[in-house]
């Protein structure tokens, strides 16, 4: 089917009752271009109860919204089959045209096409109207609306269905490959039509490698599968240190004439499992150093255009990690391609519940109805993406501890299998939460002994080391019982904070395999040493590998006082992150990235980070999400001769930590300590140096500069050409600096963007984790010296942006726009 993009010439707006608009003025439309998050520009709100599922949602809103775009239908569309198609609509999406219902789809995460023929005006404009809910239905920030690209699909009665393409290579060695395509042709007219099914597979350059020619004869009203298996010599793989594609070309030949045609990017690789050699790529283990992600792009909200998604994958495959896995839901179509195209391995997620709610009004009420069409369609979506390794059926489902859960979870299961067998399937399963209604009595008991010896209850003492007690719990005999089950449904057994069970697994189910599907940031060094020993644990995923929007700041350090002795889970308003990824929201990379990037033994050179002299002294207290309130920067003014502490991570012997070339004397460092040491210091402007030695010979050194000098503001475009269509953006990072290009992280202040051109302002912001800046102001503070505008093209030309800080030189970059 001819498949064109159907972004633009959108107009968005709250959706308001019949009623009520027809006693006042209609409310107003905006024009918006595709894809679009209708909450990120909504007030967010202070609450007044109810600050956690408040702040799960980073105190936005939610609401109903509505969106319409007019279009053209040409007559000769007329006998034809037209089909709009959805990437993602965030939630309970209701698809209507020309005022007539045409489709709904519950789920906000899952791809979905309506069959608009029946209800158009050929030779008219026609209107297209979709409704979107968001409300009390996530744990973090979902955003709302169209949020993922649309398609207009316009094909003859005899088609290759939507998503109708699938290949496999069944056989591989090192002279040729086998390469199944399996085509599915519909059939819409009312008279049995033969079709030549031409197949061509071409390599990375669009060399044909391989071709073949069938012929298929489709019955009236029905589909076919034309299955041809095709021969590729010398195949180029598919592996995550060299990713190359192949694509299948189908067309549709009748007589003379070509009836449709369409293709598939696929790569040529084989995928093995077992406890010995855990998980192998091509014939190779490969440990999974994986990154959790939500689908939230930091300052454009819940947009997935596809150069905002590619540009993630870069930005995590470049920091260490190989794979991802899409938390809690499936991944978009342009993640995928960009982790296929960049050889980041993924393991997709269907589903965050099932029938047991965690929030009031999510997917749980709607899943026993509709898991089955959520399932197919994730499949359908990643079935020839390379990438994809693993299928995930859920995340932390509190009812798999149960035979009731344990037999959702086998349906889920072998549903995934029928579709995708060569593939392999996971369960993310939270084994405290799986057995929480046995902790009960364990609670109250524990409950009483915290009491007792700390003044405080359970909640006290899980927050203080949940961590730890989340361990103890997933060690238990009871837990082994409880969730036997569970794990004996899928190939790979997800733990999420349980990798006290890595070991003794080892021994109580020798032929269970293993990955930490979710771990605390702070345990990766204990966690990675596990993977690394043990052959049936083949990865580790951290919460979180890219910051988020919601779950306001379970990752912040928090300070106790007398006033306010006992920690809080949820950060207050106006907290709006997580503040527990590796990576900020903004793309920039946070301590704890290169820490583990050490810890993977893929840096050599140690790392510095200095913690806020602010905070010396103070009663820090972090989750087992968060990091040292610190950052790599040695420029702290107004602290001179005031204490600090300087954190040095480095996998060497030991380092030695030089202030203006003076030595502050050497540290152990390494395994053994954990890879990080700390030493203390008065602050003094000048030049900290680390210097890290292996068997008494230097193997690294990191520096950091005092900033000097008058503050510059300095902007700086990632790409400076970019493509005025296919979902690319601009980026263009915003820093204050000195002379030399050392960032001054003390000196914040508000920086004024104007745009003009053949472009526009899409979204604005830092990293500030707790603030009530808008993503959609002209005008934003600075954070640790760093801001991050994005521009999206609205044709070929010049976009030029401005930018203007107090006391601060304006800046200029334009970025070209090519056709």
């Not at 972004?7 to 959706?15: A, H, I, P, S, T």
């Not at 995340?395 to 299961?413: H, T």
């Not at 301590?591 to 002299?613: D, T």
């Not at 040292?628 to 030695?656: K, N, R």
Request: charged fraction near 25%; charge should be negative; proline fraction near 6%.
């Amino acid at each position: 089917m001819i498949r064109t993009s159907f972004n633009d010439g959108w107009q968005f707006r709250r959706k308001v009752s019949t009623f009520a608009e027809s006693a006042g003025p209609p409310v107003p439309f905006e024009a918006v271009t595709l894809p679009h998050d209708a909450l990120i520009r909504q007030e967010r709100i202070r609450p007044e109860t109810d600050h956690a599922a408040a702040g799960a949602v980073a105190y936005f809103p939610g609401g109903t919204f509505e969106y319409r775009k007019t279009f053209p239908v040409s007559e000769d569309h007329r006998g034809r089959r037209v089909l709009l198609e959805f990437e993602g609509v965030y939630r309970d999406a209701v698809v209507y045209v020309n005022g007539d219902y045409v489709g709904q789809r519950p789920y906000g995460y899952s791809g979905f096409t309506v069959d608009v023929g029946p209800y158009l005006k050929y030779g008219h404009d026609n209107e297209v109207r979709v409704e979107a809910r968001a409300h009390q239905d996530s744990r973090w920030y979902s955003g709302a609306g169209i949020y993922r690209d649309t398609w207009l699909l316009v094909g003859d009665l005899v088609h290759v269905e939507p998503d109708g393409i699938r290949v496999t290579t069944p056989q591989i060695d090192a002279e040729r490959a086998a390469v199944e395509v399996a085509t599915t042709v519909g059939n819409d007219s009312i008279v049995i039509r033969t079709v030549e099914v031409i197949t061509e597979i071409r390599d990375a350059a669009g060399e044909v490698v391989a071709s073949r020619t069938d012929p298929l004869t489709v019955l009236p009203g029905t589909r076919a599968i034309s299955r041809q298996r095709l021969y590729v010599r010398d195949p180029a793989l598919w592996s995550p240190d060299s990713p190359a594609l192949h694509s299948a070309q189908v067309v549709l030949r009748e007589g003379d004439g070509e009836v449709d045609s369409d293709s598939a990017v696929f790569g040529i690789r084989t995928l093995s499992l077992d406890p010995v050699r855990g998980l192998q790529v091509n014939g190779e283990t490969v440990k999974l150093r994986g990154a959790c992600v939500h689908h939230d792009n930091g300052v454009l909200g819940a947009v997935n255009a596809a150069r905002a998604e590619h540009r993630r994958v870069e930005i995590l495959k470049a920091a260490g990690f190989n794979a991802i896995r899409m938390s809690h839901h499936p991944m978009s179509r342009a993640m995928l391609d960009a982790c296929d195209r960049l050889g980041v391995l993924v393991v997709d997620e269907t589903f965050d519940v099932w029938t047991s709610a965690k929030s009031a009004f999510d997917y749980s009420l709607t899943f026993p109805e509709w898991w089955e069409r959520d399932v197919e369609a994730m499949v359908a979506k990643d079935f020839n993406h390379p990438s994809v390794v693993l299928y995930s059926i859920g995340n932390e489902i509190p009812e798999v501890g149960s035979p009731a859960g344990a037999a959702w979870s086998r349906k889920l299961a072998e549903k995934v299998r029928s579709l995708d067998s060569t593939r392999f399937v996971t369960n993310s399963v939270n084994v405290t939460l799986a057995v929480m209604a046995d902790l009960a009595e364990m609670r109250e008991r524990m409950s009483q002994a915290a009491s007792e010896e700390q003044g405080g209850g359970i909640n006290t003492l899980m927050a203080t080391d949940a961590g730890a007690m989340m361990n103890k719990i997933a060690a238990a005999d009871f837990v082994t019982q409880r969730t036997a089950e569970v794990f004996a449904t899928v190939d790979v057994a997800g733990m999420n904070y349980a990798d006290s069970r890595y070991e003794m697994d080892h021994e109580l189910f020798p032929e269970r395999i293993i990955l930490g599907t979710e771990t605390f940031p702070t345990r990766v060094d204990v966690n990675w040493n596990l993977v690394q020993r043990f052959g049936h644990v083949i990865g580790d995923f951290t919460w979180t590998g890219w910051d988020y929007l919601g779950e306001a700041g379970i990752g912040r350090q928090q300070y106790l006082t007398p006033e306010s002795p006992r920690p809080e889970h949820v950060g207050p308003y106006p907290y709006l992150v997580a503040q527990c990824g590796d990576i900020d929201i903004t793309g920039y990379r946070r301590p704890a990235s290169y820490y583990r990037e050490i810890v993977f033994g893929l840096r050599a050179a140690p790392y510095l980070s200095v913690r806020r002299p602010s905070t010396h002294g103070l009663t820090a207290f972090g989750s087992p999400w968060a990091w040292s309130d610190s950052i790599a920067s040695w420029t702290w003014p107004g602290f001179e001769d005031s204490p600090v502490v300087i954190e040095v991570y480095s996998d060497a012997d030991e380092v030695e930590l030089l202030l203006n070339d003076r030595s502050l004397g050497r540290h152990p460092v390494g395994p053994p300590h954990r890879f990080r040491t700390e030493f203390e210091a008065g602050y003094e402007p000048g030049e900290l140096v680390a210097v890290a030695y292996r068997d008494g010979e230097e193997t690294g050194r990191h520096t950091l500069r005092t900033a000097t000098g008058p503050v510059r503001l300095r902007a700086e475009v990632e790409r400076p050409v970019i493509a005025s269509t296919g979902g690319d953006l601009a980026y263009v990072a915003l820093t204050l600096t000195d002379e030399h290009g050392t960032t001054f992280t003390s000196a914040d202040r508000p920086v004024t963007l104007e745009v003009s051109g053949d472009g526009e302002l899409l979204g604005y912001g830092s990293a500030d984790p707790s603030t009530e800046e808008r993503f959609d102001s002209v005008e934003r503070r600075t954070w640790d010296g760093r801001a991050l505008a994005v521009l999206r093209p609205t044709t070929a030309g010049k976009v030029r942006l401005i930018a203007t800080a107090p006391d601060c030189e304006p800046v200029e970059v334009v970025v070209t726009v090519e056709q």
